[in-house]
């Protein structure tokens, strides 16, 4: 084969990023099983069941302001203030022709009171309130359900559980909630080189660094996170840890040993003990990405070098185990950006540098690149807010030209 016709082989062999996301989503079934947990606990969790609402809110009418309240039908500029409404403790009785009375905000209203007036625009003369010539009536009410009303989706099923939901569901009475059980993933790191935290490095060793990027990346209360440790480039231990990992957990990811070299094993065990469904993707950095299944576990063997690791994680892995906790996958929000450096790519495989990305005062993005691209090279990836999305067929891109970038 000529060298032009092996560069079209392998590019036919690689999958597009779309394509390979698209196979594990398709590939993927989300968990189902759901524990009940006390409202709290379901922060940061996906809801399993749709909740709904059994009372409306607000459930009565109250005021919006604190002020004076009285039935817009009896209304004369000055009224007797006959009574106070507190929050939480309603004044009782209907208001007659020519009264009001004191109320705060979030007191009922008397039954046939429909108006509230500011405080801030009334004259007080003992019992006796002056409301202005111009006084709007029927305002500052809340009514009844304009909030929720019996019977509305309060949170729908696959909603990651926010602040904020955690706020409607209590205003709602809701004590406890179904959420998805938690997802079991192990890590490991795969190499002869490898050396953990607080050995000696000896000639040839390196520190095991993957192991705390996904330490970090997989931090999120949908997933129950174990650290296998470090796996020799020997494919019989490969093969003996991964078949027992493949038992205890949901989802296995290794980084290393992903690609073609003599000691890279992971795809050849991956084919013995389970089924491959892609091992290459047309990605940089993170060519060698092996997917598939062991059993019931889902399998994800990331390439070694760091960036790689990193960077795969969020454009491949992420949205796959979002998909599989059970909550509603979100594409990241893509930007418009005007490169202020120039940018190196060759055609074939769709890139994601890492860039800096900035808003000017008048709301322009612009995006500088951080620096030297390659794989290994962490000390410019922790400078990146975004990944600069340059498609398999874009080359390289002069200062001034406008590129796609989504935020890390
Ligand atoms: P591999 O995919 O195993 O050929 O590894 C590619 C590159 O990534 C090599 O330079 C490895 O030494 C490096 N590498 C692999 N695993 C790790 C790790 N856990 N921490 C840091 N570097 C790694
Ligand atoms: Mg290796």
Not at 78 to 88: D, Q
Not at 141 to 167: M, P
Not at 174 to 200: A, M, Q, W
Not at 202 to 226: A, E
Request: glycine share 8%; aromatic share 8%.
């Amino acid at each position: 084969m000529t060298l032009e016709s092996c560069v079209i082989t392998e590019k036919k062999s690689l999958l597009t990023v779309e394509e390979a996301q698209q196979r594990i989503h398709d590939a993927i079934l989300p968990l189902t099983e759901n524990v009940s947990v006390p409202l709290k606990q379901a922060f940061g969790r996906v809801l399993a069941e749709t909740v709904f609402s059994t009372i409306d809110l607000p459930s009565a009418r109250n005021s919006a302001m604190d002020g004076y309240a009285f039935a817009s039908e009896n209304f004369v500029t000055t009224l007797t203030n006959v009574g106070i409404s507190w929050a939480g403790k309603p004044f009782e009785g209907e208001l007659k022709k020519g009264e009001c009375v004191r109320i705060f905000t979030g007191a009922v209203l008397p039954e046939n009171a429909d108006s509230v007036v500011m405080q801030e625009h009334v004259t007080v003369d003992d019992t006796q309130i002056h409301f202005p010539d111009d006084v709007k009536l029927k305002k500052n009410i809340r009514e009844i359900g304009e909030d929720v009303r019996v019977g509305d989706v309060l949170c729908n099923a696959g909603k990651t559980i926010t602040a904020v939901d955690l706020g409607l569901l209590a205003a709602s009475g809701i004590e406890s909630v179904s959420i998805i059980r938690p997802l079991k993933i192990v890590y490991f790191s795969t190499g002869d080189e490898l050396v953990p935290l607080g050995e000696p490095l000896t000639r040839g060793k390196i520190y095991d660094s993957n192991r705390y990027s996904l330490h970090g990346l997989l931090q999120n209360s949908c997933y129950d996170v174990t650290d296998g440790g470090i796996i020799p480039d020997d494919k019989a231990e490969l093969k003996r840890t991964l078949t027992q990992a493949a038992h205890d957990f949901d989802v296995i990811i290794t980084t290393g040993g992903a690609s073609v070299g003599d000691a890279d094993f992971v795809k050849e065990v991956l084919a013995e003990c389970g089924d491959v469904n892609f091992w290459k993707i047309a990605i940089k950095p993170g060519k060698p990405l092996a997917f598939g299944k062991i059993g019931a576990c889902y399998f994800f063997g990331l390439p070694g070098n760091p960036v790689a690791v990193t960077t795969t994680f969020d454009i491949i892995v992420k949205p796959a185990l979002a998909r599989l906790a059970g909550t509603n996958v979100i594409k990241p929000w893509q930007f418009k950006a005007i490169c202020t450096t120039p940018l190196k790519k060759s055609r074939g495989r769709q890139e994601y540098q890492r860039g800096v990305l900035q808003q000017s005062d008048s709301g322009e993005f612009y995006v500088a690149s951080t620096g030297q691209q390659g794989s290994h090279i962490l000390s410019t990836a922790i400078l990146a807010n975004c990944y600069i999305i340059m498609p398999n067929n874009c080359t390289d891109v002069e200062i001034g030209e406008t590129v796609t970038v989504i935020s890390i």
